[in-house]
């Protein structure tokens, strides 16, 4: 089955950018929970740097409920407060649907939703001398991990025809 991220209402356009430019490489579905903060019209995505929405599985959700009553798989949830590492969650079953869920960037996911998965709670290892890592860094890093545990199913490992080819840096310069 799919892997999906889901941002809970997120803040920043650039963060929410790079985390759609990184679900269209990667055939990755996206959710948004709203409210968020920003628009998503045009002029709002492309200040972002976003040109690739068009490649994008997006689902806006109104509210935390609604994605609930949409969406059943395996909730995985990335935060601060999380005690285990990514690498714990064994993301191999392809029969299954992982939701990758990212809170927002000042607040994060609310503890009133987080206590309802205490087993779920994941956070990416670091010292003490920040509280977390940039959100679209850390999408990209968890999705990855995902990715790699599958092995990179679908998608190229190699610089696809359709772009430059995989032989490009063998071609003679002109």
């Keep these: 089955m799919a892997l999906h991220v889901v941002l809970y209402q997120p803040e920043i356009p650039q963060n929410t950018g790079n985390i759609m430019r990184t679900c269209a490489g990667t055939d990755t579905i996206l959710h948004l929970i709203e409210p968020l903060g920003f628009k998503l019209d045009e002029?709002?995505?492309?200040?972002?740097?976003?040109?690739?929405?068009?490649?994008?599985?997006?689902?806006?959700?109104?509210?935390?409920?609604?994605?609930?009553s949409t969406c059943q798989g395996t909730m995985v949830f990335l935060t601060r407060y999380g005690s285990k590492s990514p690498d714990q969650i064994d993301f191999s079953n392809m029969d299954e649907?992982?939701?990758?869920?990212?809170?927002?960037?000042?607040?994060?996911?609310?503890?009133?939703?987080?206590?309802?998965y205490p087993d779920q709670l994941f956070r990416l290892p670091m010292n003490?001398?920040?509280?977390?890592?940039?959100?679209?860094?850390t999408v990209c890093t968890v999705l990855y991990e995902a990715l790699r545990q599958r092995h990179y199913e679908d998608l190229s490992l190699t610089e696809p025809k359709t772009l430059k080819g995989p032989n490009w840096i063998f071609e003679e310069d002109e």
Aim: aromatic share 10%; no cysteine; charged share 20%.
């Design 43 to 68: 002029k709002y995505l492309k200040r972002s740097g976003v040109n690739v929405i068009q490649h994008v599985t997006l689902h806006i959700h109104p509210n935390w409920e609604d994605f609930l």
């Design 97 to 116: 649907t992982y939701y990758l869920v990212f809170g927002r960037e000042s607040t994060g996911v609310p503890k009133s939703i987080l206590r309802q």
């Design 128 to 137: 003490d001398k920040i509280r977390s890592l940039n959100l679209a860094n």
